[in-house]
């Protein structure tokens, strides 16, 4: 399963996705929202503790004004400014707080640093802290995040599960992003590659560590489908659907890697797909999309995958659910 924070690179439009040069590439990733299943707990009336499972979003943008986090949790959401020092940004906070229904959420970015992509990679901390203990803890400062939040002692990773990740890419035919799949904890480097143009000879080609696992010909035959692989021992589900970039002018392909999965046993939040569930400055940006096509692109073959996981009597958004990772491929320049 892919790991809490796993950073992301993406190609150039023009660069090959491969194992040798992608983590050297330019990138043009601006957008990640990542979906969290906690299992909040306060105190009940009778002295003891009452479990709240929720659904805790982060969504981190990258624009030309800078960088910034926004957090939807219990039905309250608020943006937080992240971006690296500079001359125009002298007096920044060190670190902040912010009480909800629940849970309380404690963060540190002063010194985050960051890579190419809107997620800081060293120096943070971002914490939720419910009945007093840490539910979730992302970055690279424990300790300071432990002291900031009062709380003794890192969360036990079994209540808090990454189950969702939703990315955006922007290029011309290659499309790469990073991932951890199988019980290896291994990152591996996912390519995208489309060819041949939007003829008949169209071809999608999903690669793992420079490793063809997927090769669909005729893709304006095929243009929508899934495939079983595996990698590490794990057996990873890819979906796709690459409709609009055949017919529709434009728009974003639909990528989805569904890793992992049990067999029920979990808390279902609602027995949907998080990823259906857009907010913040990834919904300026699908409203952005050509034509409502793409949107009903997306939500339909997210409805397909759902429907799959149902099947195989899979709970999507719980802990034992797995991992999905989403990607919304899209073309910048056809030239």
């Known amino acids: 399963m892919i790991g809490p924070f796993s950073p992301t690179c993406f190609s150039a439009p023009d660069a090959e996705p491969t194992t040798s040069n992608s983590k050297n590439m330019n990138k043009s990733q601006n957008l990640i929202t990542c979906i969290y299943h906690l299992q909040q707990q306060d105190g009940s009336s009778g002295g003891g503790q009452q479990n709240h499972p929720s659904l805790l979003t982060l969504t ?13 949790l219990d039905g309250s959401a608020f943006t937080i400014d992240i971006s690296p020092p500079s001359p125009l940004r002298l007096f920044r906070p060190k670190r902040g707080s912010k009480p909800l229904a629940h849970a309380n ?5 002063a010194r985050a640093r960051f890579d190419h992509g809107p997620e800081p990679t060293r120096n943070f901390y971002l914490c939720v802290v419910t009945a007093g203990r840490a539910a979730l803890l992302l970055g690279d400062m424990p300790d300071e995040a432990l002291r900031h939040a009062e709380v003794a002692d890192l969360p036990d990773p079994s209540p808090s599960a990454l189950v969702s990740r939703r990315e955006h890419v922007f290029g011309r ?26 003829g008949k000879e169209a071809k999608l080609v999903v690669r ?3 490793k063809s696992v997927l090769a669909v010909k005729k893709l304006a035959w095929k243009f929508r489908g899934n495939q079983r692989v ?4 794990s057996t990873v589900e890819i979906f796709w659907d ?9 728009g974003h392909a639909v990528f989805i890697f569904q890793a992992g999965g049990g ?5 279902a939040l609602g027995g949907v797909w998080p990823e259906l569930v857009v907010k913040g400055p990834e919904k300026k940006l699908l409203r952005k999309s050509v034509s409502s096509r793409s949107t009903e692109s997306a939500s339909s073959v997210l409805q397909w995958a759902g429907s799959f996981s149902e099947s195989s009597n899979q709970s999507w958004g719980s802990p034992n659910s797995g991992f999905s990772l ?8 056809k030239k």
Do not use: M, P, Q
């Open 60 to 72: 981190w943008s990258k624009t030309l004004l800078g960088h910034s986090l926004t957090v939807h």
């Open 105 to 109: 959420l404690f963060w540190s970015f």
């Open 173 to 198: 035919r290659n499309y790469a992003t990073t991932a951890r799949f199988g019980g290896t904890g291994r990152e591996h480097e996912i390519g995208i590659e489309c060819s041949g143009g939007e």
């Open 208 to 210: 793992v560590d420079g």
């Open 230 to 233: 595996v990698v590490d021992g």
């Open 242 to 250: 690459v409709y609009n970039w055949l017919f529709n002018g434009g």
């Open 263 to 267: 067999s029920g046993g979990g808390v």
């Open 326 to 333: 989403l990607l919304y491929a899209w073309r910048s320049d």
